[in-house]
């Protein structure tokens, strides 16, 4: 079965800390997507990345950066130099096998940057 | 680009009334969107796969009578909540899917409270 398990509910961290953000998978496809969306407390969801599952390269986007490692199953985000407007539920998705268009969402971690 | 719209961003019903909530892509078409639910503190929950032009597929567990939903063009869906009762209360978020694919975008969410 697919799945998606962000085991981290909740981080509070000062600003400038560095946060990592988990995100553990399971599928039994071979070609799939990982995301991952910020949800603000306005709720609107923001797309950060899309990674296929044939491309192990790790991402870095200014202060943030993604760890994509098929042999452990995971995708995990990283802020640098945390900031109070990074505060917001970050949400890993898998993409469904014969539809990639189907998202199966994590259960979402809060994060909370102190000033 | 690819900004999705929901309207209305909140709304409050009574008990046995209905309500509908619609999705536009303003700047893309999307042959393809997704109607999600989210429960406070919870993840998003999808409830259904529209597709212009033909009928919605609806998740296990979803009353195919109680959320009609209709995809009449590329960049229009609508969500009717009918006969809406106080547990319909959540948010709900759509998403489409530009052609190629296979980002989500997402919109702002429409919070619905029935009293």
Excluded at chain 2, 67 to 81: C, E
Aim: aromatic fraction near 12%; charge should be neutral; include cysteine.
């Amino acid at each position: 079965a697919q799945k998606v398990t962000q085991a981290q509910t909740e981080i509070s961290v000062v600003e400038k800390e560095d946060v990592t953000l988990d995100c553990v998978y399971e599928t039994r496809d071979t070609t799939y997507y990982l995301f991952w969306y910020k949800q603000p407390p306005s709720g609107e969801l923001v797309f950060l990345i899309r990674r296929n599952s044939f491309d192990e390269q790790n991402e870095i986007s200014g202060r943030y950066s993604w760890n994509f490692q098929k042999s452990t199953s995971s995708f995990n985000f990283t802020i640098t130099a945390s900031q109070v407007v990074d505060s917001a539920v970050y949400f890993c998705a898998l993409s469904e096998p014969y539809n990639t268009d189907k998202l199966i969402f994590g259960t979402g971690t809060r994060l909370q940057v102190f000033p | 680009g690819a900004v999705v719209s929901q309207h209305p961003s909140r709304v409050i019903c009574k008990s046995g009334t209905s309500v509908k909530i619609e999705c536009r892509s303003l700047d893309f078409q999307a042959t393809t969107m997704f109607w999600y639910r989210q429960f406070p503190k919870q993840s998003l929950m999808l409830m259904a796969t529209s597709n212009e032009g033909s009928k919605a597929t609806y998740e296990q567990g979803v009353e195919k009578d109680k959320f009609l939903i209709n995809h009449a063009s590329l960049t229009l869906s609508t969500l009717t909540v009918t006969s809406a009762h106080p547990e319909d209360s959540s948010f709900y978020i759509c998403s489409a899917v530009k052609t190629g694919g296979p980002e989500q975008y997402f919109g702002p969410g429409t919070r619905l409270t029935v009293t």
